[in-house]
C-alpha cells in the first residue's frame, strides 16, 4: 500500500518547484505600466535615537562596503539605472536610517533620477548647524539644477516629541529661516514638514519662533503628487508673517513593536485599528499598486538598505531580489511570476489576509501588532507551510480565472495536482496534519542560544502557531536567557529587525552573467611519522612517509569541522 504524501510535511520543496515555473500563469488585462513610486532607505544609520524609531537604527559608523547597512558607490549606481528603468514619477529617499548621512548618495541621485517628484525624508540631524544646513542645501540646489528633466524636490523634516530629544528645535528653525530667505521663490525646491497625530511639538516651537504665523486646514487625504495619487491623511499649510509658507502633513502613529503581546488582545487593539484604517484610507487596500490620474497603473517599489527590492508590503524571505544582482527587467519578471507576490499586486491586501485567515487568523494579526509596515510580508510567510498553502489558494483561483496555462500544470508533480483539487476545506486540514512548524525551520537555521533564545520569546509573546509539546521542546533545546538592561534590549530588536530583513544570498557571476560555483581548497597537514622523529622531508622520496594515528585523527577532525560549519561537499584526502 503506497503512503499518501502530504506536501505540508515538506512545503518549501513544493514552492519551488512551483517557483520554477516561468510560465505558469497567464498576464492579465491589467497593465502596470503607468509612473511607478519607489522609496528607498540608503541606509539603516541614524544617530537621532528616537524612542519610536521603527527600525531601531544603529548610530553612525565609518565601515566602508557594508552592504547590509547601507548602499555603496556601485549600488547607488544599480539603484539610479532601476529607478529610471522603472520609470518612477514619485522617489521618496527615506530611512530607514538618515538619508542624509549619505551624501554623495543623496546628490547623486537628485541629479540623475528621472522622476517628477522628489521626497527627501529626514530628521533634521545634519541641520543643527545652520552653516551646515546652508551649504548641504545649496549642494541640492545645484544637483537639481544639473538634471536633464525637471523634477519638484522636497525636504520633509520631521519634527515631533521623539526627535526633539536630542535635536530640540535647531532643524526646524534653521531650515525655516533658510528657505524663507533664499528658496521662498523656488517652485522645485520646497520645504515641507511632518509630524504625528496628537504630537504637540511643531505647535509649540512654531509658537516660540515664529509669532504671528497663520493655519489653513487643506482637505482630508489629498494627494502630494499633481500626477501619482500619494494620499497624505491630513495636510495644513503655515504662513509666516513674512508670506512664506510650508505645507505640513500630519501622520498616524504606529506604535511599533518587534515584540507584541499576541496572548493580551487589549495591548495590541490600537496599533491593529491604526494598521487597518491606514491601509484603508491611504493605500485604498492596494499597497503594491500605484494609481494615476491618467488612469494608468503602476508599480509602487520599495528598495531597502541592503539592496534588496520588492513590491511596498510584499517581501518574502524565499524568493529575495536585489538591485546589486538584480536588473530592472528581472525584479519585474519574478514578482509576476510568483503567484504570491503577483496576487498581492494584482488582487491586494484584502484578499491576501482572507486567504491567510483561512489556517493562521494568529499570523495576520501579528503581522499588524508589530505595526511596520514594511515588514507585513515577511511576517505573513514566515512559515514555509503558509507560503506553500497561499501559493497553492492563489493558483486555484488562477485557475478559475483561466490565468493558467494547462500544458504547465500537466508538468507539475502528482502531489501538486492533487492539492490544488482540493476544496478549502480538505486544502486546510492538509495544512493542519502536516508536520512541518516553525520550531522545525528555526531548527534548520544557523543557531546560536541568543537568537533561539529570541525565538523562544516571540514564541511564548503568541507570534507563532506552536502547541505545547512544541514549546516545550523548544524550552529544553536551550537554557532560556533573558535580556538585562536597555542596551540588551537595543541588541535585541537589532537582531529581531535582522531576522526580518534577511539579504539576499548573491551568487558568483562571471562575465555578468553566468553563475559558477566558487571552490575553496583547504588543506590540513595531519601529522606524519617524520613530525614525531623530528626529521625533515627534503627531497629523499625513497624513505617512506606516513600519517600516525593522531594524524588520521587530525584529518578527521578537520572534515567535520567543515560539514559543521556548512560546507556542501567534504573530501576527505591522504596522501
Known amino acids: 500500500m503506497v503512503k499518501k504524501i502530504n506536501i505540508f510535511d515538506n512545503p518549501q520543496k513544493y514552492r519551488e518547484t512551483i517557483l520554477q515555473q516561468t510560465d505558469l500563469i497567464v498576464p492579465g488585462k491589467s497593465k502596470f505600466d503607468g509612473k511607478s513610486l519607489i522609496c528607498v532607505f540608503l541606509t539603516s544609520y541614524c544617530g537621532v535615537g528616537c ?20 548602499f555603496n558607490a556601485e549600488t ?12 518612477v514619477g514619485y522617489l521618496q529617499i527615506s530611512g530607514g536610517g538618515e538619508p542624509f548621512l549619505e551624501r554623495e548618495a543623496l546628490l547623486k541621485c537628485v541629479q540623475e533620477i528621472r522622476a517628477d517628484r522628489i521626497i527627501l525624508v529626514t530628521s533634521g540631524s545634519w541641520a543643527f548647524n545652520k552653516l551646515n544646513a546652508e551649504k548641504y542645501l545649496a549642494e541640492i540646489e545645484q544637483a537639481i539644477s544639473k538634471r536633464k528633466t525637471l523634477a519638484r524636490v522636497s525636504i520633509r523634516l520631521s519634527v515631533s516629541e521623539g526627535h ?16 524663507e530667505e533664499k528658496y521662498r521663490d523656488n517652485e522645485n ?5 511632518k509630524t504625528f497625530e496628537g504630537d504637540n511639538t511643531l505647535v509649540n516651537y512654531l509658537n516660540k519662533y515664529f509669532h504671528g504665523y497663520s493655519t489653513q486646514e487643506v482637505v482630508k487625504n489629498q494627494s502630494d503628487d499633481f500626477n501619482i495619487i500619494k494620499i497624505m491623511p491630513w495636510k495644513s499649510k503655515i504662513t509666516l508673517t513674512s508670506g512664506y509658507g510650508v505645507i505640513v502633513g500630519k501622520t498616524r502613529v504606529f506604535e511599533p513593536s518587534l515584540k507584541p503581546n499576541l496572548n493580551d488582545e487589549q495591548s495590541i487593539k490600537n496599533t491593529i485599528e491604526v494598521f487597518d484604517e491606514d491601509l484603508e484610507q491611504s493605500q485604498s487596500n492596494y499597497p503594491s499598486t500605484v494609481f494615476n490620474r491618467d488612469g494608468t497603473r ?46 498581492f499586486v494584482e488582487k491586494g491586501a484584502t484578499y491576501r489576509d482572507q486567504i491567510v485567515s483561512e489556517i493562521s487568523p494568529r499570523t495576520v494579526k501579528l503581522a499588524k501588532a508589530v505595526g511596520i509596515r514594511d515588514y507585513v510580508g515577511t511576517l505573513l510567510f514566515q512559515n514555509e507551510k503558509t507560503r506553500l498553502y497561499y501559493t497553492l489558494r492563489v493558483l486555484q483561483d488562477y485557475i478559475k480565472d483561466g490565468r493558467i496555462d494547462t500544458q504547465v500544470i ?8 492533487n492539492a490544488l483539487n482540493l476544496d478549502v476545506e480538505q486544502l486546510s486540514r492538509s495544512y493542519a496534519r502536516g508536520r512541518h512548524s516553525m520550531l522545525d525551520q528555526e531548527f534548520a537555521e544557523e543557531q546560536s542560544d541568543i537568537r533561539f533564545n529570541d525565538f523562544l520569546e516571540l514564541a511564548e509573546l503568541g507570534h507563532y502557531d506552536l502547541d505545547k509539546a512544541d514549546i516545550d521542546r523548544a524550552r529544553k533545546h536551550v537554557e532560556v536567557i533573558r535580556s538585562v538592561g536597555q542596551e540588551q534590549e537595543i541588541n535585541q530588536d537589532r537582531r529581531l529587525t535582522k531576522r526580518v530583513m534577511k539579504q539576499k544570498k548573491f551568487n558568483w557571476f562571471v562575465n555578468n ?23 625533515l622531508k627534503g627531497q629523499n622520496e625513497s624513505i617512506q612517509i606516513s600519517f600516525t594515528e593522531r594524524g588520521l585523527s587530525q584529518i578527521n577532525d578537520f572534515s567535520n569541522q567543515l560539514r559543521e560549519y556548512g560546507t556542501e561537499r567534504t573530501t576527505n584526502t591522504t596522501i
Open 189 to 193: 525646491f520646497t520645504l515641507q514638514l
Open 513 to 535: 552573467q553566468t553563475s559558477r560555483e566558487k571552490i575553496i581548497h583547504l588543506i590540513r597537514h595531519g601529522e606524519t611519522n617524520f613530525n614525531v622523529e623530528g626529521r
Open 76 to 87: 547607488v549606481d544599480k539603484f539610479i539605472s532601476f529607478a529610471n528603468e522603472a520609470n
Open 51 to 70: 524612542p519610536f524609531c521603527f527600525f531601531k537604527s544603529p548610530n553612525p559608523k565609518s565601515i566602508d562596503n557594508d552592504t547590509e547597512n547601507k
Open 410 to 417: 500537466v508538468s507539475l508533480p502528482v502531489e501538486i495536482k
Open 298 to 343: 503602476g508599480i509602487d517599489w520599495i528598495v531597502e538598505y541592503n539592496g534588496n527590492v520588492c513590491t511596498w508590503q510584499n517581501r518574502v524571505q524565499d524568493n529575495l531580489l536585489n538591485i546589486s544582482e538584480d536588473g530592472y527587467d528581472k525584479v519585474l519578471r519574478v514578482t509576476m511570476q510568483d503567484p504570491l507576490t503577483l496576487s
Open 164 to 179: 526633539s530629544i536630542r535635536l530640540k528645535e535647531r532643524p526646524l528653525v534653521n531650515l525655516l529661516r533658510l528657505f
